[in-house]
């Protein structure tokens, strides 16, 4: 069974960093994408970044290009996401995601089959 666990998350204040892991159990990572999304009160699910697994290229969505960093580990099976600036928009429940088919990479919730639990990143200003 697939399973993905966060860590990382915390209380912050406004220009600190954070990182968040992502380890993948039952299954070791190819060809997949994996997605990192973020979700905020009363908010829609949010597409943050993605990785392609096979060849490291990374994509963000706008809010968050220039202060946030996704990367992988191959050997421990788990995707990170650096993050600094922090602002006070960023606070949200972050959660990781493996998208399993090959190609795209995809930022819409839908596309990906396996969540993490979440891990809560308060920003404070």
């Known amino acids: 069974q697939v399973q993905l666990v966060e860590s990382g998350g915390g209380l912050v204040q406004s220009g600190d960093s954070l990182r968040l892991s992502c380890v993948v159990f039952?299954?070791?990572?190819?060809?997949?994408?994996m997605g990192w999304f973020r979700q905020a009160p009363g908010k829609e699910r949010e597409f943050v970044s993605v990785?392609?697994?096979?060849?490291?290229?990374?994509y963000y969505v706008d809010s968050v290009k220039g202060r946030f960093t996704i990367s992988r580990e191959n050997a421990k099976n788990t995707v990170y996401l650096q993050m600094n600036s922090l602002k006070s928009e960023d606070t949200a429940v972050y959660y990781c995601a493996l998208d399993q088919t090959p190609g795209g990479p995809r930022d819409y919730a839908d596309a990906y089959e396996y969540w993490g639990q979440g891990t809560q990143v308060t920003v404070s200003s």
């Open positions: 039952g299954r070791t990572i190819t060809t997949e994408n």
């Open positions: 990785i392609r697994w096979t060849n490291g290229r990374a």
